[in-house]
């Protein structure tokens, strides 16, 4: 008899597929999911994955095994839900806003989790200048933000630290400007600049010209990360931008690494108000950030070496 917990994590391990990742999301050894595993494909007699130095592998088997674990939860929590009042019942919509950057890298986890959890919560989902994240919560159309925390938090918000990254200084491999001399030594000023419309980013800009005791030559000044990237890669300036950014921009083989700036404390958080955090469709999704939370840094660091390789 197949028991939901153990196909419940044989669900996370697809969506992960990585021991050590779906161990943490379980709050288990990576013994104990070993065991959990072998327990299935002694029942289901086969092999449902294979276990790689590369990572985990779903097998045929594994996929079909994967498609009925889905819809067997799915059943469940629907009967669970029509029985009693406990979390499964939680219904309604949650509006998150974020970047689309963060839509990539952090809503998919976070959505595998909740239907898991909660799969009559509907998620809504708005992309947008993440400068402009912060202030999306004044609002009443939005209930989360995935935000840059800034350097002074404001005291109504209540956040998750989800990854810290560096941010890195960018240039274009083909620049429609002069620059005959390396950029490590150049003089920035003289050279065109893409600079971030406003945000936690431009903050981190200034002060990385503060630091340099110079100003920047401004070619534009943009809003979007993304669109950062994409201006640096066509030519027309150089650019800070997170790391995260550059490395699932489809222009990063336009551009080059000059240099990671000296501080490496750009916070990206998951931020909700204070006084709605006690809504019980509030508080289960901060409750799952706080649980997730840490298997985010791994997996990014996994996705920067598939991407480099």
């Not at 669900?11 to 779906?22: G, P």
């Not at 200034?206 to 030559?217: A, M, V």
Request: some cysteine; aromatic content about 8%; charged content about 25%.
């Amino acid at each position: 008899m197949i028991d939901l917990k153990d196909a419940a994590t044989f669900l996370r391990l697809c969506e992960t597929a990585n021991l050590t990742r779906t161990a943490a999301l379980c709050n288990v050894s990576p013994s104990t999911l070993s065991r959990t595993l072998n327990k299935l494909e002694g029942i289901l007699h086969t092999k449902l994955c294979l276990r790689e130095k590369k990572g985990v592998f779903i097998t045929e088997a594994g996929h079909k095994f994967e498609s009925f674990a889905r819809k067997a939860l799915n059943e469940y929590a629907e009967l669970e839900a029509s029985l009693n009042n406990t979390v499964q019942s939680i219904s309604g919509i949650v509006k998150i806003y974020c970047s689309v950057t963060a839509s990539y890298l952090f809503i998919p986890r976070l959505l595998n989790e909740l239907h898991l959890i909660a799969p009559n919560l509907e998620i809504k989902l708005e992309t947008g200048d993440p400068a402009e994240a912060l202030d999306k919560l004044e609002g009443e159309d939005i209930d989360f933000v995935i935000s840059a925390l800034p350097n002074e938090i404001p005291d109504n918000i209540k956040y998750v630290d989800l990854v810290t990254f560096p941010l890195i200084l960018i240039s274009p491999k083909k620049p429609l400007f002069s620059c005959e001399t390396d950029l490590n030594s150049f003089d920035l000023s003289e050279v065109p600049f893409v600079m971030p419309e406003k945000g936690q980013l431009r903050n981190e800009v200034d002060k990385f010209f503060h630091s340099l005791e110079s100003p920047p030559h401004i070619y534009s000044e943009v809003a979007g990360h993304e669109a950062i990237v994409s201006l640096t890669a066509l030519g027309f300036g150089i650019s800070v931008v997170p790391r995260l950014v550059y490395d699932i921009s489809p222009f990063k083989n336009d551009v080059y690494v000059v240099k990671e700036l000296p501080w490496s404390n750009f916070r990206v958080a998951l931020c909700c108000l204070k006084n709605r955090a006690k809504l019980r469709s509030v508080k289960i999704i901060h409750d799952l950030a706080l649980r997730v939370a840490p298997s985010f840094t791994p997996d990014l660091t996994r996705r920067r070496t598939d991407l480099s390789s």
